[in-house]
Every structure is written in C-alpha cells, then in structure tokens.
C-alpha cells in the first residue's frame, strides 16, 4: 500500500507558482498580486495585535470575519466558509464532493491548480475547450462530472463569462459548480445570486487580489448550508490564524478604500491595453487585474526571456496554457510605464 501511495504521488504534476525572483529593482508582474498596500485599517489590527495572544489557538469558527462576510454578501453566517486561502477549499471540495469514482471538469485554458488537485485526488479531470478567442462555449449536454471548476473571471485569459449562460450550466449540471471568482472585484458583474439561490453552486472568493492581503492567505466560500456545513467536517481544526483572522477582519469592513483600490488598477489596466494594442499585441479583453496578451512582432518565449534580462516579470506558461500568449499583472503606474518602455526597446532590438 505505502509504495503505492509513493508511486502516485511522485507521478504527480505539482502547481508552479509565478517565479519569485530576488533581490531589489524587481518589477513583479507575474503572480496577480495588488500593487499597493492594503487597507490601514489592516496595519492598525496588526499594531494593535498582542503577540502573547499567539499562545492561543485562532476561533475555529472565525465567528466575527464569518459574521462580516455575511454580512458582506447578504447571505446567513451558515452560508459562509473561510480558508487559509481559496486554495484551500478547492482541495476541501475535492474530498467532500468527488467519490474515488468520480471526476472533476475544467474549461481549458484555465487556472492550473485544478489539474493537480485531479491528479493528487487521483480522479480524471474532464476537460471542455473555450471558444477560439477564449469566451464562453457551453460544454455537451453529455457532459457529465462531480464537480466543474469555473473560474470567472478565468485565469489566464481574464473573461469573465455571461450570467445567463453561466446560469444555464448551473441549472443542467448535475454535480457541484464551483465559480472561483478570485478576480470578480475587477469585472462588472458577479454571480453570487447563484450560490444564494442554487442547491449545487459554490462561489469562492479571496482576499488576495482586491484586498491586498495575499501574504495573510485567506480565501472563502459562500453556497448553500449543506454545502459549507460538508466542507466544515473537513476542515482543519484551526485552518485561519489569529493574526489573518484579525487582519481580514480589518480589510472587509474598509469597502470604501478596496473600492478606490479596484478602480485604480482598472483604470492602469484599460491605460497598458491601449498601449500593448499600439505595440502590435493582441490583448483580450479582460475583466481581472491581469491581461492575456499576444505578441505579434515577438514570440511570447523570446519576449518574456528578455523581459526577465531586465528583471520585469510577467507570467509564460506553455505547457498548461497557450505557447503564443503572456499574463501581464497589472502594476502600478510607473511599473507599467518600465514595462513599456522595455517591451520598445525589444521589440526595436528584433527588426
């Protein structure tokens, strides 16, 4: 059995996060993360923090964020699960809801933890294309698994996919939904209504991007409450710290600044699509605080390559995404404006 369990595990294809490059004068744009500071409400929690409290174990129940996300999006405490990061509760979700003969679904491309956690819950993941310009194309009717992972936004491509046909897949599907909606501060639009009102749909949300608190780790879930009361059977007795409890706390009850927050990167996002556009890239248009680009005067290898020369980060995955296409984290305004000016002076290096 153990060399078994051995054999499974070293075949096991591990997610690889954005490379986390050392040293200073590094422009990261690589790993999605926020820009600027979070919330000062977070750094007052954190001064006000007592370190001798770290002798106590965190609320297992984290009653008082619960109570605030609740709060947040309408919806009953009950109907409320909190993670150390969404990542978490995808791997939670795996265990709760996908029987050893079961499967999980994907659209492809799209956020490649979800390949790993198939393969480390050792189930098939059944995967349906986008459409060519990676929108929305509404999977068989044949199609069939225990649990589809919708990520909506998605990432990489950054679209964020129609209510109604969202609803409709949520409506004929007959496993579990999960919308990962890690970027839906920066869309239009979002699809909490279905985690209210459908008995099968999860919405996972994090306080990594429109927060800021990607190094707090804190992600949640908001559905019906057999689905989170299933996903708290599986938990780790104390899954959130005291410290991120206190910090996340701070950072949801501070709207106003989040929003000031999203609509700076919007507006630096809409600012590097024009540019990148007159460059000669294809930019699709995107709904997260990334873009999903082509280069057409440069391969995307050769560019991200020479990029990196010049200490500038963006993120170039050819095995689980496209070969001809970069993610780009939108930065701050004058980290775009390096980006730019690099991607110029390259692209004239190549005539």
């Not at 349906?128 to 929305?136: I, V």
């Not at 970027?183 to 909490?192: G, I, N, P, T």
Request: with cysteine; hydrophobic share 45%; net charge positive.
């Amino acid at each position: 059995m153990k060399s078994r369990i051995c054999r499974h595990v070293r075949k096991l294809n591990a997610y690889v996060p954005g490379e986390q490059m050392a040293g200073r004068g590094v422009i990261k744009l690589n790993t999605n993360e926020t820009p600027y500071p979070p919330s000062p409400r977070v750094a007052a929690a954190i001064r006000r923090f007592r370190a001798a409290d770290l002798r106590l174990y965190p609320d297992p129940a984290w009653r008082a964020l619960r109570a605030a996300l609740a709060d947040r999006h309408a919806v009953s405490p009950e109907q409320v699960f909190v993670g150390n990061g969404s990542d978490e509760i995808l791997r939670l979700i795996t265990l709760a809801f996908v029987e050893d003969t079961g499967s999980l679904a994907m659209f492809t491309p799209s956020y490649s933890l979800y390949d790993t956690l198939a393969a480390a819950r050792n189930v098939p993941m059944r995967k349906t294309p986008l459409a060519p310009d990676f929108g929305w194309q509404l999977p068989p009717r044949t199609f069939q698994a225990s649990v589809f992972f919708l990520a909506c936004p998605n990432n990489p491509t950054g679209v964020a996919y129609p209510a109604v046909a969202v609803r409709r897949l949520a409506e004929r599907f007959r496993g579990i939904l999960v919308i990962d909606e890690a970027y839906a501060d920066f869309a239009e639009a979002d699809h909490l209504e279905l985690a209210r009102t459908r008995p099968n749909v999860l919405v996972l949300r994090t306080l990594s991007k429109s927060y800021a608190l990607a190094g707090a780790r804190l992600g949640y879930a908001i559905g019906p409450v057999p689905l989170i009361a299933a996903l708290m059977t599986l938990k780790d007795s104390y899954n959130v710290n005291r410290l991120t409890q206190a910090a996340a706390l701070a950072a949801v009850t501070d709207r106003a600044y989040q929003q000031k927050l999203v609509a700076r990167i919007r507006e630096t996002r809409r600012m590097l699509a024009d540019a990148l556009a007159d460059l000669a890239f294809e930019v699709t248009p995107s709904d997260a605080n990334f873009l999903w680009v082509r280069p057409t005067r440069i391969g995307a290898r050769t560019l991200f390559d020479a990029l990196r020369e010049r200490r500038i980060l963006v993120r170039y995955n050819p095995a689980d995404w496209h070969p001809d296409y970069l993610r780009i984290t939108v930065g701050t305004g004058r980290e775009v404006a390096a980006l730019l000016k690099a991607i110029r002076a390259i692209q004239g290096g190549a005539r």
